[in-house]
């Protein structure tokens, strides 16, 4: 069974997380090929950027990080804290990890600016959050080739540019990890796609 961290940032945005939850816990339900999700921190319990206070299952240094087959990384607010963990060399590392052994890693919105403050996406594609120059003159700084799309994949990375975007990023997880017919029926099950009744 494919395994991924559900990476929980200080001051994340509840939604752009629980797209995750949902569609990889939809795979062991309802899909024709379960995924395993796990949420990991840098602390014990995470506020996030609506109020809403949660506990990652493990810390960081709790896990191995070679029993996972992709990284899952929330955007967040700045006002709530969120770059004090994105911008931890705990988490760059494993970032820089993953992808030296060519590792599915995905982000929602400014999710991205970790990946590539980490250096994995010098010279590479990539978008963040479209309403904010500040962040995507960042990533140029960072040498990211900025593509204003609202899903960017290069190779083992997704990036994309809002919450909006957030569910498409987690079915794109599941599709990779597991296979087109997966994706559609757990689509199914949610309510994407309609199935006639007879």
């Known amino acids: ?33 379960p995924i395993e999700l796990v949420t990991v921190g840098l602390r014990l319990k995470v ?34 804290g969120f770059y004090e963990d994105a911008f931890d060399e705990r988490l760059l590392s494993l970032i820089r990890h993953f992808n030296s052994q060519d590792k599915l890693i995905a982000s929602v919105c400014v999710g991205a600016l970790p990946i590539a403050r980490s250096g994995v996406l010098n010279g590479r594609n990539g ?33 994309s540019r809002s919450p909006s975007t957030a569910m498409d990023v987690a079915f794109t997880v599941v599709e990779k990890l597991t296979s087109t017919a997966n994706l559609e029926r757990i689509k199914e099950g949610m309510g994407f796609v309609e199935k006639a009744c007879v």
Not at 61 to 72: K, P
Not at 152 to 158: A, F, L, R
């Open 1 to 33: 069974m494919k395994k991924v961290i559900l990476f929980l940032c200080q001051g994340l945005e509840e939604y752009e997380a629980s797209v995750f939850t949902d569609a990889i816990g939809w795979t062991t339900t309802y899909g024709l090929e």
């Open 127 to 159: 978008t963040t959050y479209h309403l904010s120059e500040k962040r995507q003159t960042q990533m140029k700084e960072m040498g990211v080739n900025i593509i204003q799309q609202p899903v960017v994949i290069d190779k083992n990375i997704i990036t």
């Open 47 to 80: 506020k996030c950027a609506w109020n809403f206070t949660i506990e990652p299952e493990f810390q960081l240094s709790e896990i191995d990080i070679d029993d996972f087959d992709a990284l899952a990384i929330p955007g967040g607010m700045s006002r709530s």
